[in-house]
């Protein structure tokens, strides 16, 4: 018989006092999936392991995306020059408190993790020629004293919404303050055009924080040459399609846009950037 | 639960042509013609007991003789162009009477097969189904091609009559493979083999019919023999597509007038773009759709 352990382990990483640094496939602008996927290349990350996708997603057949079979995965990564474990993975479809428990399972006891952050994207109604910003929560004083050192904006305040539930990013930060692990959720709001693509002036804020965090020394031209890219390409929506620069120009003269307006601008800038790219 | 192999083969580098039942057996069709066309050897099954429950039961004089459960059996065949495995599953392992696969078993056993194909060597695999489409029956069903990597697109964009999901119209690339037809692309992506999808076109109103729609499966056929370059003799399929066709027919009599008008428009739509400007407009084709979709939906009720 085919035995199915809830983690697949390919190595046993070297690590000591370590942090855990995780994103979400699917995240908005795929902010979560963009940052790990940077981490992994630039830093030579290796992967050391998986959890078995049969207790925490359906299975019953395949998603299809951008014309591709799609198939969810949890896969760990480590770089044990940095001290970093990176958990690239989809959101679980249930058992959800056993996944995140088995994170920190594999965090604590293979990796020696001692802080844990998540990635988040967040849905934005400014324009994408609005700075991005970085918000953090955290799951405890310690966390907050340790965050505290840098520039981000952290004293949101926030109650779920009548109807709404909370992020799994949310709820692993109290499953990691149960178990007296330091955590932290990162969160960069995204334009709402850009939601179903990828802000890479997004991704370039959560990065100069690692960076600066745990001293990466990642040179981040390449990304501000990414923003650039993308800032041109829509620019040229702009000088095409008057009617989405008139959009924008409304959201960075902060006035708001009807939902049929938004849907429009949305839909115009998706297309253009697939067509393009 | 486990594998039986009856024999261990020598093959270089097999193609793995698998699939299980769904709508209209399309897939299946396809594959267990294919595995008759070329006289594909059995040599292995998957033991059934942990999968399925017993399908036939025999017994003798008040004595049970014999418990038959559905099959999944392993085939191969050697030829000068490629070497062959197939996988034919009899029924997909569900729970509490669904039609389609899913939760740990189905991972079970998509893991068992490919398993099996690994064990061999192989580094593609081919599954086949049905894709519910607005189109009518007197049309020739076109071939849904998804593949599990993206690597794959340029290859599928050169096969005649095969579309990818962004060529439908609203689809935006996106849409479901339900079952083991579709869980196995992404356990093969999972385990880094690369693996491709053949959906054959069912019209939209035949879908829940329980009767067999072997013209889709000849599409099928007809575009992995291009993929493989295996030339594969389908006329034996011709019979059985006449006698599905007047079966059809028969079926269609039946429809109140009314239906069959709006139906018979859709031998005029075009749902994959771009779409040519026909004698339909954006607005007829809405209305029409919606309509056959009421339809059934009340016929589903009456049943």
């Known amino acids: 018989m085919r035995d199915i352990p809830a983690f697949k382990i390919i190595k046993k990483p070297e690590l000591q006092g370590s942090s855990l640094l995780m994103g979400w496939n699917e995240d908005a602008g795929n902010l979560g999936t963009g940052v790990l996927n940077y981490l992994i290349r630039r830093l030579g990350a290796e992967e050391f392991g998986e959890f078995e996708p ?10 299809v995306e ?37 994170v920190l399972d594999v965090a604590e006891f293979y990796c020696y993790v001692t802080e844990v952050y998540t990635i988040g994207g967040m849905v934005s109604l400014s324009a994408h020629t609005t700075p991005r910003e970085l918000f953090a929560i955290s799951n405890s004083p310690r966390m907050k004293r340790v965050l505290n050192q840098y520039d981000l904006s952290r004293e949101m305040d926030y109650e779920t919404p009548l109807g709404q539930r909370p992020t799994l990013s949310s ?62 390409k829509i620019a040229r929506v702009r000088f095409n ?3 989405v620069d008139a959009y924008i120009r409304n959201l960075e003269s902060n006035l708001s846009l009807s939902q049929e307006e938004s849907e429009k601008l949305a839909r115009e800038i998706q297309e253009y950037l697939k067509r393009i790219d | 639960m486990g594998i039986r192999l009856y024999k261990e083969p020598e093959l270089e580098n097999p193609v793995l042509v698998a699939s299980w039942p769904g709508i209209g057996n399309i897939g299946i069709i396809a594959v267990d013609t294919f595995r008759a066309i070329v006289e594909a050897e059995e040599f292995g099954e998957i033991e059934p007991w942990d999968f399925f429950y017993p399908k036939r039961v025999v017994i003798k004089n008040g004595e049970l003789r014999d418990l038959e459960f559905p099959i999944s059996k392993f085939y191969f ?3 000068s162009v490629k070497d062959l495995l197939f996988f034919i599953g009899e029924e997909q392992p569900a729970d509490g009477g669904r039609a389609y696969a899913e939760g740990r078993k ?59 999901m962004s060529d439908i119209e609203g689809r935006g690339g996106q849409g479901n493979i339900t079952g083991l037809n579709g869980l196995l692309l992404g356990v093969a992506r999972k385990r880094g083999i690369d693996a491709v999808c053949m959906m054959g076109e069912i019209p939209v109103y035949l879908q829940g019919l329980p009767i067999p729609y072997p013209k889709a499966s000849r599409a099928v056929l007809e575009v992995l023999s291009t993929a493989l370059g295996i030339k594969i003799g389908l006329q034996q399929l011709d019979s ?13 009599e039946k429809f109140p007038p009314e239906i069959k008008d709006q139906l018979d428009k859709l031998s005029h739509i075009a749902y994959t773009h771009p779409a040519e400007p026909g004698p339909i407009t954006e607005e007829d084709k809405k209305k029409i759709l919606e309509d056959i979709d009421k339809f059934f939906k009340r016929e589903s009720k009456e049943d």
């Open chain 2, 106 to 164: 189905a991972y079970q056993m998509a893991n068992l097969v490919l398993d099996v194909a690994l064990k061999f060597g192989c580094q593609r695999v081919y599954t086949s189904g049905a894709a519910v489409a607005p189109i009518h029956h007197t049309m020739k069903p076109k071939v849904w091609a998804v593949p599990n990597t993206k690597r794959l697109i340029p290859e599928l964009k050169k096969y005649e009559n095969t579309i990818l």
């Open chain 1, 171 to 232: 709820f692993l930060l109290w499953v990691a303050q149960k178990r007296s692990i330091p955590a932290a959720s990162l969160w960069v709001p995204i334009p709402f055009y850009l939601l179903p693509t990828e802000d890479p002036a997004a991704c370039r804020k959560v990065i100069e924080f690692f960076d600066k965090r745990f001293g990466l020394g990642i040179e981040l031209s390449d990304l501000d040459e990414a923003v650039k890219r993308q800032n041109e």
């Open chain 1, 54 to 63: 049969v207790d925490f997603f359906p299975l019953g057949g395949v998603a």
């Open chain 2, 77 to 79: 065949k050697r030829t």
């Open chain 1, 241 to 243: 399609f008057p009617e």
């Open chain 1, 66 to 102: 951008d014309d591709v079979a799609q198939f969810p995965e949890s896969k760990f990564f480590y770089c044990s020059n940095r001290n970093l474990v990176l958990l690239r993975s989809n959101a679980p479809r249930s058992e959800w408190h056993k996944f995140l428990n088995l």
């Open chain 2, 240 to 252: 059985f597509i006449e006698r599905s066709e007047k079966e059809i027919e028969r079926l269609y």
